[in-house]
């Protein structure tokens, strides 16, 4: 028989998309049949899978490899799928996750030669899709630093778009120590800001963007911190052909990884 929206086990889950909960258990929703399929190629991530009975035929691969995995696959209503889900439309899965992410120390242990450092940023739509971006660049880790959003809300694993199974995932609450740890392990820091001394054309030209690299990137509204800016080792801006009067944080940090990927292949 399908679970219904007050059946214990939606109920539990479905307080998993307040952060407090998330934060409590060490667990989280990823909603959608791309999110789910990251996550189960993830060995132990996935705990439960709920799916409607049309989500389940339609993806029967997908519950397939969570029996694999001996994860629960629960069949749900559609009403109870509505509860757990964040979407207007949504997809007929979600699955019940383990926390991911890993100390700074574990991060740096991999030798990543790009890390994205996001620092302060509290929209979760763009946390996700800097990180997705991040993850298509070919980033090792990207750092939530200092007062930043939950990796783990609902809108930033979807805009993620599965990446955030992909690339060590950190939460540090001292961006500038996070800066030292870099920097002790043989990174470069580059700060992103409009006003800044270096243009990124020139970083590329010169080849200062060869060695390993870590970006720090601040939010829409209010940029990176100042003391932040000043620990980098360059202010980085990106050149404007145009007219526009500046890139949104997504368009600026993907062009600033791609430039560090490129470079360094």
């Known amino acids: 028989m399908a679970f ?5 086990r939606v109920v539990a889950a479905r307080r998993l998309q307040r952060r407090r909960d998330r934060d409590a258990t060490g667990r989280f929703l990823a909603e959608g049949p791309q999110a789910v399929r990251e996550a189960l190629a993830r060995p132990g991530v996935v705990t439960e899978l709920f799916g409607t009975t049309t989500a389940l035929d339609r993806y029967p691969e997908l519950a397939a490899a969570a029996a694999r995995a001996d994860v629960p696959v629960s ?3 559609d009403d109870a799928l509505a509860a757990l889900a964040e ?9 019940v996750c383990r926390h991911l992410d890993v100390s700074l120390e574990q991060a740096l242990a991999g030798a990543p030669r790009l890390v994205a450092v996001l620092a302060e940023i509290r929209d979760p739509g763009n946390a996700g899709t800097v990180l997705r971006t991040a993850d298509a660049a070919g980033a ?3 750092v939530f630093a200092g007062d930043a959003v939950d990796p783990y809300n609902g809108k930033c694993v979807r805009a993620s778009a599965g990446s955030l199974f992909h690339v060590d995932v950190v939460r540090a609450p ?7 740890a870099l920097r002790a392990a043989g990174l470069s820091i580059f700060a992103t800001t409009g006003y800044g ?8 030209d010169y080849g200062r963007l060869v060695g390993p690299t870590a970006w720090l990137f601040g939010s829409e509204a209010h940029g990176l911190p100042e003391e932040l800016t000043a620990a980098a080792d360059a202010r980085v801006r990106v050149p ?4 526009a009067e500046s ?8 062009v600033c990884l791609y430039a560090s990927a490129r470079a360094q292949r």
């Open 247 to 254: 890139l949104n944080l997504a368009a600026a940090a993907a």
């Open 240 to 243: 404007l052909y145009g007219r």
């Open 197 to 204: 001394d270096d243009d990124l054309d020139d970083l590329t």
């Open 140 to 142: 090792g880790a990207v």
């Open 174 to 180: 001292d961006p500038l120590a996070v800066v030292d």
């Open 4 to 8: 219904t929206p007050r059946t214990p």
């Open 75 to 77: 069949e749900v209503t």
């Open 87 to 95: 979407t207007v439309a949504p997809q007929g899965l979600v699955a």
